[in-house]
Each structure stands twice: as structure tokens, then as C-alpha cells.
DNA sequence: GGAGCGATTGGAAGCGGTTCCAATCCATTC
DNA sequence: GAATGGATTGGAACCGCTTCCAATCGCTCC
């Protein structure tokens, strides 16, 4: 039962290497007899043909890359970005593509380009995360190596994207805390050198502003998306603006941080103060109390991702795309179900 | 700056084909002039040897593939296996290999079989996930391609594995707990087909055990490493076992979803009930107390996990290996200070 | 029955490397 | 000065598959 090339197939099928070749890859001008006998082989000795003879011949490697930041801290501490990979994997699957994971940082560039992308091949790439997009963009562009990226990025809009609708997102969930009667309401964003932390912060503000709450851009704190950052933007800003009832958190794992922190300081949620996320993680419905959040669909961000690269590598779509995909409103107990005004003092000074 | 071969590199240095392979790969027998020009002319023209080709004629890929189950609830729903894919990428990298990312589940064997053993070859794998194990592992060594696993797993002993020692981490966690003073211990594991939750579980016997206390098998609760379960369990053990003061939680999510049950139940964490984790996750710092939980070295089991497989592959390593990486008591709060002994009444019935 | 033609088939030339082997150098050694 | 032998070099086969092209086959149609 050892291994078995084309030729041995061909001869045991009694047709010509061609024949095979033209079974392997359905094409047309192929006999249905000589079909039957070619399938048969194969079944017959499990052969399974080269995937380097078949790359080198036809130019293409059937593999894309995905790359995303190597920060521990950021994008990888939660679940969020194993369930974006299910997503490219499972349309990757189903196309008959392979993926090829990568991790890169701002240090590494060098190490990493020579390697990535010059020893090995790719026939796409899926960028995640944006600082990944700045690091390399560029160069998959001079390279014209087929790229997608998971979330707009500003300078590179001549690259197709998937991303959620940050800012209805955001609109959404603060709109919620508004008609829960919140009138001082704070923002826990991430780093505004992202597109999507801007977005997600121009909704708070379009939200605040449509409701005709006055914007109070002293209320606006801007860290990371991690548990870490939540929780220590708001130990300092419980003390600082204690007027504040309630808290837009960018992402789940600030909220659930920033809930941390609210009850290290005495503070009842959502009694005296309301939390919000964002994201929607496997976390979110069992933080204490339940996470009342905006839900993006992960998976299919990672699934359209993949769709659309695969596209573009077959040339079946060549005009550019930034798809948006609807997040949800998920209520559930951190921000209570109170209605009314409710003002617990003025804007801060 | 188009793309350029071996054969325009070795014109070019005016050498021959054979002379630039050497210098590519690093053999004897290229004198120090013919090295430079391949050099230079390798820098000039940013020639980049075609993996394809190379894999064709070398016989190995040159790439590893990581596989872990599809089941988005399980392994997948934190941040555990981007930290430990981290590990084996940058491992991988260091030693110029790359890694190809793959999801199983029961259902798609066969789809996945055909696809990803046959089509692709790769040149290792790493088995992370016991159900991925099960479904795969004989496969692999029939196919003799190198393996090795994350984890032990009981039927597969001859192949090679790294994993954290297991019951030294429950133990510690338990002996925890009953320094304390706690006596009725309730221990929440994972499904004991897997040989890992088998081990916590002993861990947890043992250390009742050596501190005289007697196991109560009653105390036992067996579910999956997810908030949900860990949730849903202690919610029907609270009523049923008040008199347990302390749970041992086989993983950090598990505990997590513990803590939100005990909180919905009115039961305060440590005063009335004190909870002990595994993994220590990043959020076990965040969780509501903070989470006294064993840490687990998972970067690590993935860097090492990637170089054992290394070593395989190149024959460095021929005998099999079952690494047991030290785990860490993270004390925090979720246990409390308390000592001395503690009854909230007698055993089970 | 033979010309004409589309469908099928087989042959052969790559794809871009690695590696074995024979040939060539060049410095020693006798 | 020629023989010796190790270091270097170039030639060529080969890895297994795709694909172009020419040859063949099997019909239909006049």
C-alpha cells in the first residue's frame, strides 16, 4: 500500500497520464469508460496525488494565509479569533483550500517577510487585525498577492474587507442605555488609530447626539481591548466621575474588566452603574451580572473573508468590496431594565 | 523585479545550477568566491526559491500541520489555543517551518481525511484536542507521519506528548482548599474519556486523601470545560450539596460559570463558597472575585509540542517522549484566607 | 465509401528545484 | 615533473503533475 504517482495509475487504468490528469481535475474530453476505470484505480490503491508536483505544474498552491497580530494581549485573549479562523477554515474546507496560519508583530518584520512570503507561496492572504494591514499591506499590493482584510482600514480601501457594522453597533447599544434613561454616558474605546475604535466611537457620539444628550468628550476613555485595560480605565474613572450611570465598553473583555473594577470599588451593576459590550464572546452571558452586549457574527466574518478571497484568486470577482455585516442588540442583565431620567448629578465640570 | 529561478541566479553569478543549491541549502563544497557572487546576485535580483519546486524534489514540505476539534464550545471558546498555536508558530518560525491550521469533528472524518491527509502533505502533525487524537491517531501512524500530541491520551502511548502535569496541578489546587480548612470539597471535571480529566480527578482523590479527608464520591460532578457547564452544574449541585464549601473546577472557564451560578444562587464567593480554577486564563484575574486557579505554561506546551515534532521529523529524536510541564497555584481571592476547620454541616447522605 | 469534423487520447515539454556522479582543479608529495 | 587525492564544479536525471499539441477514433453526411 505504499504511495502510487499518476503514471502507475495511468498504466494500471490502461490510459495515458493525460486521461488521469484530466480525471483529477474534471475536465471535459475524458470517455465515460475511461473515467470509470481511472476512479477505479484510484479507489482501488488510495492514490492520492502530490500536492508540490500539482503546485509546481499549475502555478498555484491551493493554500492562503491568514495572518494576525502576535500581541497575546490584544486580539488573542479571548475566543474571538478561533472562532474567525472556524469561519476561513470551514469555506476553505469546502472550496478544497488550505490555510495556512501566521502570527507577526511590529518587530519582526524583516524575519517575517522574508520568510512568509517569499519562502512560501500563498495565493492569498486574509489580514486580521489592523496593525497586521499596515505592517504588510503594502507589500501584498506590490506583490499583487490577492488579499481581504477582516475590518476596514482607512488607507487601504483599494483592498476588499469584512467587517461588522461598528458604528450601528455601537449606535445600538448606547441608544439601549439612553432609553434606559442614562444620560451620562461614558465610552470605553480602543486605540483611535483604528478604524474600527473610530467607528465605534462615532456612533456613541451620533447616538448621544440624535437622543439630544450633550456629548462630553471628558467622558471618552481610550485603551485596549483587554480585560486588563477595562478594568483599570475604570478603577480611575469611578472615583474621577462618579456622576457617570453607565459605560459603552468596546469590546466584551473591556467590559467584563471594567464590571471587575466596578465591583472592587463598591459599585452595584447595573443598580448604580450600566454596562455595556461589545462583541458578544462565549464569556459574555455568565460575567456577574450577565453582559448586555452587541453580537457580530465571528464566524461568518471569517467565512464571507475567505469566500471573497477564494474569489478573488479565480478571478470571479475582481471589483473591490467592503462588506458590512449587522451586529445585534443582546440584552440581558448589565444594564438593568429601568426606564426614565435618571440623573445622579450634572456633567462633569 | 519580476520573478527570477535558480537557473537565471546561477547564469547571472556565472556558476553553475548546482553551485547555487549549494549555497541555498547550506552544503560543502561551494568556494568562498562562487558563494558570494550567489550571493550577491540572490540579493540584487531578491531571488525566492519556489517552495513547490523544492518540496517536489526534497521530499518533505517543510510545514507541520496543528489540528484541533471543530467544536466551537469546547477547547475553542477561549483564549487557550491562540495562545498555544502562538507557541508552535513561533517555534515553527524559528526553525523555518510553517504551520497549517485545521479543525476536525467526528461528523466530517471522511471529507477530512480525503482532504487534508491525502491532498496536502505535511510533514508532521500536531494532535491537540484528546477527540481529535482518537479519530486520527491511527491513521497518522499508519501513514507513518510523524506525530505528536498535546495531552496524553491513554491509547496512544506511542506517540509522543507534552502536557501539563495534571494531577500535580489538582493536587496543589485541592490541598489548597483544604489548607484552608475546607472539608467537603466538591470536585467539577471534564468528561472522563479524556485522559487529562481522568488525572484531575485523581489529583483531587489524592490530595483528599493525604490530608485524611474522605472522598465523597457524591461530590463529583462531571461536565465540559465550558462556562455553560460549569454553570448549569453548580446551579443543581447548590441546592442539593449546601454543605459543600469549596470547588475544585478542572478549568478556568468551568469555574467562571461557577462563580456566575453561585452569584445568581446568592452564595458569596469566598465567604460562603470558595471556588479554585485550572489554566488560569487570561480573565481569571477579571473574573468576580478573582480567580485562585494553576496556571498552566500553554505557550510553552505549544513551542515545545512544535519542536518535538521537529526533532521527529529530522530523525534527532527517534525515541517517544511524554513531557510533563510544571504547573503554578495562582492564589487570587476566589478562595479566601480562612483557616482552621470548617463544617457546614456532614457529608453527603 | 470517403471526406470532414468534433470528441478523445497519448506524447512530450515544461514547472523549478535537489542530488548523484563524473569531470576538472589545484596543491601536495615523492 | 608526474602521480595523488581532496575540494570544487557542472551535467543530467529525476521529483510528479499540468497542459499544449498532434494524432487517432468514430460518426455523420454527401
Redesign the pocket.
Known amino acids: 500500500m505504499s504511495?502510487?504517482?499518476?503514471?502507475?495509475?495511468?498504466r494500471y487504468a490502461?490510459?495515458?497520464?493525460?486521461?488521469?490528469?484530466?480525471v483529477?481535475?474534471n475536465?471535459?474530453?475524458?470517455?465515460?469508460?475511461?473515467?470509470e476505470r481511472v476512479l477505479n484505480v484510484i479507489k482501488k490503491y488510495n492514490?492520492?496525488?502530490?500536492?508540490?508536483?500539482?503546485s509546481?505544474?499549475?502555478?498555484n498552491t491551493r493554500e492562503i494565509g491568514i495572518l494576525s497580530t502576535r500581541n497575546p494581549n490584544d486580539v488573542m485573549s479571548n475566543g474571538f479569533s478561533t472562532l474567525l479562523y472556524l469561519g476561513v477554515f470551514e469555506e476553505c474546507l469546502a472550496q478544497r483550500y488550505s490555510v495556512r496560519q501566521m502570527f507577526i508583530s511590529t518587530e519582526m518584520k524583516e524575519e517575517f517577510q522574508k520568510f512568509i512570503l517569499n519562502e512560501h507561496t500563498l495565493d492569498g492572504v486574509i489580514l486580521f487585525a489592523e496593525e497586521v494591514t499596515d505592517l504588510l499591506a503594502e507589500e501584498l499590493l506590490f506583490r499583487e498577492i490577492p488579499a481581504v482584510l477582516i475590518g476596514h482600514a482607512p488607507g487601504f480601501s483599494s483592498i476588499s474587507s469584512v467587517d461588522v457594522d461598528n458604528f450601528a453597533g455601537s449606535y445600538s447599544a448606547v441608544t439601549h442605555l439612553v432609553r434606559l434613561g442614562h444620560r451620562n454616558i461614558g465610552a470605553m474605546v480602543g486605540s483611535q488609530l483604528l478604524q474600527e475604535s473610530q467607528d465605534r466611537l462615532a456612533g456613541y457620539r451620533k447616538a448621544l447626539v440624535d437622543a439630544g444628550v450633550p456629548v462630553n468628550e471628558a467622558y471618552v476613555s481610550v485603551g485596549g481591548y483587554t480585560q486588563k485595560s477595562g478594568h483599570d480605565k475604570m478603577l480611575s474613572r469611578i472615583k474621577r466621575q462618579p456622576e457617570v450611570t453607565a459605560w459603552f465598553c468596546a469590546s466584551d473583555t473591556m467590559a467584563m474588566g471594567a464590571l471587575s473594577a466596578l465591583h472592587k470599588s463598591g459599585q452595584r451593576v447595573p443598580d448604580d452603574v450600566a454596562v455595556v459590550g461589545f462583541d458578544d464572546l462565549s464569556f459574555a452571558r455568565y460575567t456577574i451580572p450577565p453582559l448586555t452586549t452587541i453580537r457580530q457574527p465571528i464566524y461568518q466574518k471569517g467565512r464571507y473573508a475567505a469566500r471573497m478571497l477564494i474569489d478573488l484568486i479565480n478571478g470571479k470577482q475582481t471589483d473591490i468590496e467592503h462588506r458590512n455585516l449587522k451586529p445585534d442588540l443582546v440584552v440581558r442583565e448589565s444594564c438593568g431594565h429601568h426606564s426614565g431620567m435618571r440623573h445622579k448629578g450634572g456633567h462633569a465640570p
Request: glycine share 0%.
Open positions: 504511495k502510487i504517482n499518476i503514471d502507475q495509475v495511468a490502461f490510459v495515458s497520464r493525460s486521461v488521469v490528469s484530466r483529477l481535475n475536465h471535459p474530453h475524458v470517455s465515460d469508460v475511461a473515467r492514490y492520492q496525488r502530490n500536492s508540490a508536483a500539482r509546481l505544474a499549475a502555478k
